[in-house]
């Protein structure tokens, strides 16, 4: 069991502690849960009866608490950040190489690294090139020519496809496809014409991937997730998009092809965005928007059409009032009638 002293934890999380800094934590938890061996944390003072009656050995609060609190704590100026931080320090594992189950099946011509977990019903293509601490779960399919660098993680039933490459340290989840065709066809007299996708997909490092999130290669060159970028499950990424560095892209978020997508970009759950637009960076699209046009960098849209979030509101609040308004006509309608009846 892994233990870490209260100052110990402060140092990474460039907090400030107050009471025993010596305090040892074996884990973290919510207020609810935590025992005394425990840290937790409150996010803002609407926590405050949660903390009072928290069993928590020691406690992550912000700057600016108010109450007096007896037990050891380490005070941030984000919290939620710091509860991220802390929560990856316990929840980390040291990665041990199992080497190549003798059920998996490897292809010609590929470059295994000897510290690798290969778990059983893995399938690698041809001249596949596999990093130091890479993991491939069970039911992993990968195709001739992909390379995964250094300590990646496909978990069971991912499948890559021909070609396409996956950088350090990245985390593709349950049953995501990377690398299939794109949805492009032209008509033709006798129907549907269907365009090859002759291009790639790169997935750039510290990159994660959502479960049953797809992700298509390009007509020609490459689609790009640009490093850091973080993909929730059951997104749809079309050809040729091009996603920027550390952005965000919630559920079911669907992108056109040949889109551009900035950096620091936050996109909401549910967001259609049509294809051969620019989204500026750290732009912001609030959850169930359709976007027509491309996106200033830095600005916020809501709603379908995607417009400015302020002018989103007050639309929608003007909306809201339009059953009464319509009430108000009728009932302006019947005294006028009664007015031009008198005059008849």
């Given at each position: 069991m892994s233990r870490y002293s209260l100052n110990n934890l402060a140092e990474i999380v460039s907090g400030r502690v107050e009471g025993d800094g010596e305090f040892q934590v074996e884990g973290i938890s919510s207020l609810e849960s935590a025992r005394e061996n425990e840290i937790s944390f409150a996010v803002s003072t609407k926590s405050a009866e949660s903390v009072a009656s928290s069993q928590a050995g020691a406690l992550i609060l912000p700057e600016s608490w108010p109450f007096e609190e007896n037990r050891p704590r380490i005070l941030v100026k984000d919290v939620y950040l710091?509860?991220?931080?802390?929560?990856?320090?316990?929840?980390?594992?040291?990665?041990?190489?199992?080497?190549?189950h003798p059920n998996a099946v490897i292809g010609y011509?590929?470059?295994?690294?000897?510290?690798?977990?290969?778990?059983a019903g893995v399938v690698l293509g041809d001249n596949v090139t596999i990093g130091?601490?890479?993991?491939?779960?069970?039911?992993?399919?990968?195709?001739n020519d992909v390379f995964i660098a250094e300590g990646s993680e496909l978990f069971p039933n991912v499948v890559v496809y021909d070609g396409c490459k996956i950088g350090r340290k990245v985390r593709i989840h349950a049953g995501a496809i990377i690398g299939s065709d794109g949805f492009g066809y032209a008509q033709?007299?006798?129907?549907?014409?269907?365009?090859?996708?002759?291009?790639?997909?790169?997935?750039?490092?510290?990159?994660?991937?959502?479960?049953?999130?797809?992700i298509d290669r390009a007509v020609f060159g490459k689609?790009?997730?640009?490093?850091?970028?973080?993909?929730?499950?059951?997104?749809?990424?079309?050809?040729?998009?091009?996603?920027g560095s550390h952005s965000i892209?919630?559920?079911?978020?669907?992108?056109?092809?040949?889109?551009?997508?900035?950096?620091?970009?936050?996109?909401?759950?549910?967001?259609g965005i049509v294809g051969h637009i620019d989204i500026g960076d750290?732009?912001?699209?609030?959850?169930?928007?359709?976007?027509?046009?491309?996106?200033?960098?830095?600005?916020?849209?809501?709603?379908?059409?995607?417009?400015?979030?302020?002018?989103?509101?007050?639309?929608?609040?003007?909306?809201?009032?339009?059953?009464?308004?319509?009430?108000?006509?009728?009932?302006?309608?019947?005294?006028?009638?009664?007015l031009n009846h008198g005059k008849g």
């Open positions: 710091a509860f991220a931080r802390i929560a990856t320090v316990f929840a980390s594992r040291p990665f041990k190489a199992k080497g190549v011509g590929c470059s295994v690294d000897a510290n690798v977990t290969i778990m130091p601490e890479v993991t491939l779960h069970s039911g992993v399919v990968i195709g033709g007299p006798e129907g549907h014409v269907k365009i090859p996708h002759m291009g790639t997909v790169e997935i750039e490092d510290y990159v994660e991937i959502g479960a049953n999130t797809t689609t790009i997730i640009g490093q850091g970028t973080k993909i929730d499950n059951l997104v749809m990424i079309a050809h040729n998009v091009h996603v892209i919630v559920s079911q978020v669907g992108i056109s092809g040949s889109t551009n997508i900035g950096s620091g970009v936050m996109i909401g759950g549910q967001v750290k732009a912001r699209i609030g959850a169930k928007s359709g976007v027509a046009q491309s996106i200033a960098a830095g600005q916020t849209v809501s709603g379908i059409p995607a417009i400015p979030h302020r002018k989103w509101l007050r639309l929608v609040h003007a909306l809201m009032k339009v059953p009464e308004m319509l009430k108000d006509i009728r009932e302006i309608k019947k005294r006028l009638e009664k």
